[in-house]
T-cell receptor, first 117, second 109 residues
Framework: KAGVTQTPRYLIKTRGQQVTLSCSPI?????VSWYQQTPGQGLQFLFE???????NKGNFPGRFSGRQFSNSRSEMNVSTLELGDSALYLC????????????????FGAGSRLTVL | DAKTTQPNSMESNEEEPVHLPCNHS???????IHWYRQLPSQGPEYVIH???SNVNNRMASLAIAEDRKSSTLILHRATLRDAAVYYC??????????FGTGTRLAVRP
């Protein structure tokens, strides 16, 4: 069974540009979460989507946004890129219920590495 | 979110058992204890989780203290492939998975 697929794997942008990252979850998984990983801040939660609705949101500025489609695929967008947005962006999916019991397990993709120049 | 305390780093010899400790003294009664690991240049990978009882799976065992304020991840025979950062994460119902700094495990051949 295919894992979580993230595209593109690597990309380079310049300050002020915007970027869209894509995530295809495991078939049947309805929840998709996004994380940012940097050497200084570690793994930080961005947001979670379930059935096309944002269910949880981390402490990031409004430049970071996401959405989920009816087939559970998800995209995240970062507008007006800053140097500090250079990071590994990770997507994870889970076989989720309407209410997360706390036992839900996440499967992560390999990430999209964004470099902002 | 419950606070966790893990050693920054640990070392082990190949084919020996490894016990990775985690303190989570502020955990609530309904939080599950999850362990994930991240190998170099990869996304995090689920290892094991539990609520109260000890748990075993093909990758590892999880020993949970009776008061649930600490837990230990046990790798029965470390291999070079087990070199990774290991994260202990208490998770509440409806809450996100919050990663701390984890324990970097080095495995000596």
């Amino acid at each position: 069974k295919a894992g979580v697929t993230q595209t593109p794997r690597y990309l380079i942008k310049t300050r002020g540009q915007q970027v869209t990252l894509s995530c295809s979850p495991i078939s049947g998984h309805r929840s998709v979460s996004w994380y940012q990983q940097t050497p200084g801040q570690g793994l930080q939660f961005l947001f979670e989507y379930f059935s096309e609705t944002q269910r949880n949101k981390g402490n990031f500025p409004g430049r970071f946004s996401g959405r989920q489609f009816s087939n559970s695929r998800s995209e995240m967008n970062v507008s007006t890129l800053e140097l500090g947005d250079s990071a590994l962006y990770l997507c994870a999916s889970s076989l989720d219920q309407v209410v997360d019991s706390g036992a839900n397990v996440l499967t992560f993709g390999a990430g999209s590495r964004l470099t902002v120049l | 979110d419950a606070k966790t305390t893990q050693p920054n780093s640990m070392e082990s010899n190949e084919e020996e058992p490894v016990h990775l400790p985690c303190n989570h003294s502020t955990i609530s009664g309904t939080d599950y204890i999850h362990w994930y690991r991240q190998l170099p240049s990869q996304g995090p990978e689920y290892v094991i989780h539990g609520l109260t009882s000890n748990v075993n799976n093909r990758m590892a065992s999880l020993a949970i203290a009776e008061d649930r304020k600490s837990s230990t991840l046990i790798l029965h025979r470390a291999t070079l492939r087990d070199a990774a950062v290991y994260y202990c994460i208490p998770k509440s119902s409806g809450d996100k998975l919050t990663f701390g700094t984890g324990t970097r495990l080095a495995v000596r051949p």
